[in-house]
């Protein structure tokens, strides 16, 4: 008995594959990065390091993983041009996203100071570990210009479905930043400074590859074209509409990370470094299905700008079961293996204990998170940025915050992982109905 492949997966399934092979890769650089820090961090005597940098961490957070809405929205327009054949179009978007970003990483420079007293401001956490935080802080901030532009190098490149560019800046960011965290706090003893200025530093040498390469590709010939384009109204107000709508998503996600770690702070210093730890891998994961949702922004803006809608229902199912697979092979390896795993990011006995106490969460939380992404990069896809934006306002203020209230009343730590958990679940329902309603 032989088993076949229908037609309507075979179109699509090898580009599939391969985009989110480099879509994982490329968006495991941040979780990777904080993984890198906490891993060498972890075990230095002090841990007021680690223990800072988590809570440093939930600033960076905001100022990047709030922006990301620049990569995918720079990702799903340029899909849309690829799938139209416009090639200054595609040209046209990298520099309207360019400017974006490097605009925005100014002024985040501008403002770090103000940036930096609000939000520890803010934060809980004791002195000390605001100190270690405020140095880890004060170093990486540097990097964000960086940062920004290679969110849209990233973006661009994969609308275009350049795997291998994708991989090489992923590469060399990370490989950088293991390095020269090695160097700053292993061998230079330059604790939560190092760690912060290693990550900054990778970023910038990620950025040259990048820029490298598209100096050698682009169609110079296109060039003053989409120069005299960037002022174009109508496309400025669409992408300002999109991306405003994309990024008030990302800023809901990751207030809800920031609440969760900042009431885990309020319940003790190991309860923040055991929840800190556990939303490491947590994120791991859920970066590593966000890299399949970019492939479904990538291919559904494409499917959108032939026209195609035949293929739209059967790469969503196969994305939703990747990503299944993808989530429940993290949350099985935290439930079976959850010493050997924490050992290798702290040496602290007590935290590691603690620790065990939560894993059974990353089953129903890691699955939720898995379909309620996926579902996003469809809507991304699609450039309707307005259910996107509901739909998490809606769970965040009728579901999250209620139940991490109660979480925060009770100190209950089981019910802080309850209010991501349900979190997930809200998007989901809102989102899939909608899918299904436009797709019938």
């Known amino acids: 008995m032989s088993f076949a492949i229908p037609h309507s997966y075979q179109s699509f399934l090898p580009r599939f594959y391969r985009l989110s092979l480099i879509g994982i890769l490329s968006n495991l650089m941040v979780p990777l990065a904080g993984l890198f820090d906490a891993a060498f961090l972890g075990h230095l005597t002090n841990i007021n390091y680690l223990a800072g940098v988590i809570l440093a961490s939930l600033l960076f957070d905001y100022l990047y993983r709030v922006l990301k809405f620049i990569r ?55 002195p000390a570990i605001k100190a270690s935080g405020v140095v880890y802080f004060n170093s990486r901030i540097w990097g964000a210009p960086a940062v920004l532009l290679n969110l849209v190098l ?43 200025l290693a ?51 990302f800023l809901i996600l990751i207030s809800s990370y920031a609440i969760f770690t900042n009431l885990s702070a309020v319940m003790g210093k190991e309860i923040l470094t055991e929840n800190g730890l556990l939303l490491q891998i ?32 059967p790469l969503m199912i196969t994305a939703i079961l990747h990503g299944l697979l993808l989530s429940l092979s993290f949350a099985l390896a935290v439930l079976l293996f959850p010493q050997t795993i924490f050992e290798l990011l702290t040496n602290h006995y007590d935290i590691n204990q603690g620790i065990t106490n939560y894993t059974i969460w990353f089953v129903p939380l890691l699955t939720l998170s898995a379909i309620a992404f996926i579902l996003e990069g469809y809507f991304i896809g699609i450039k309707d940025g307005v259910t996107l934006r509901n739909s998490s306002l809606s769970s965040f203020c009728f579901v999250f915050i209620p139940v991490a209230a109660i979480a925060c009343y009770w100190q209950n730590v089981h019910l802080l992982w309850a209010s991501l958990t349900l979190f997930m679940g809200a998007i989901i329902l809102i989102l899939g109905r909608k899918l299904i309603v436009d797709n019938s």
């Not at 960037?230 to 999109?242: E, M, P, W």
């Open 72 to 126: 995918n929205s720079t990702n799903t327009m340029t899909a849309q041009a690829v799938g139209k054949n416009d090639s200054q179009e595609i040209l046209l978007h990298l520099l309207r996203s360019g400017l974006i970003a490097l605009a925005i990483g100014i002024i985040i420079l501008c403002l770090q100071y103000p940036i930096h007293k609000l939000g520890f401001a803010i934060l809980a956490g004791s």
């Open 199 to 249: 990550t900054a530093v990778s970023q910038y040498l990620a950025l040259l590859v990048g820029l490298v390469v598209v100096a050698l590709t682009i169609q110079w010939q296109d060039f003053p074209g989409a120069i005299k384009a960037l002022s174009n109204k109508q496309a400025i107000t669409s992408t300002i509409v999109l991306k405003g709508n994309i990024f008030v998503r």
């Open 282 to 313: 947590a994120l791991l994961s859920q970066f590593s299905v966000q890299g399949v949702g970019m492939t479904v922004q990538t291919l559904i803006g494409n499917f959108q700008g032939k026209g195609d809608s035949e293929n739209v229902m």
């Open 154 to 196: 990233i973006g661009w490149f994969l609308g275009r479905e350049k795997n291998g560019v994708v991989f090489l800046i992923s590469l060399i960011a990370n490989g950088s930043n293991v390095l020269l965290d090695y160097l700053m706090i292993v061998q230079w003893d330059w604790g939560s400074m190092g760690a912060g």
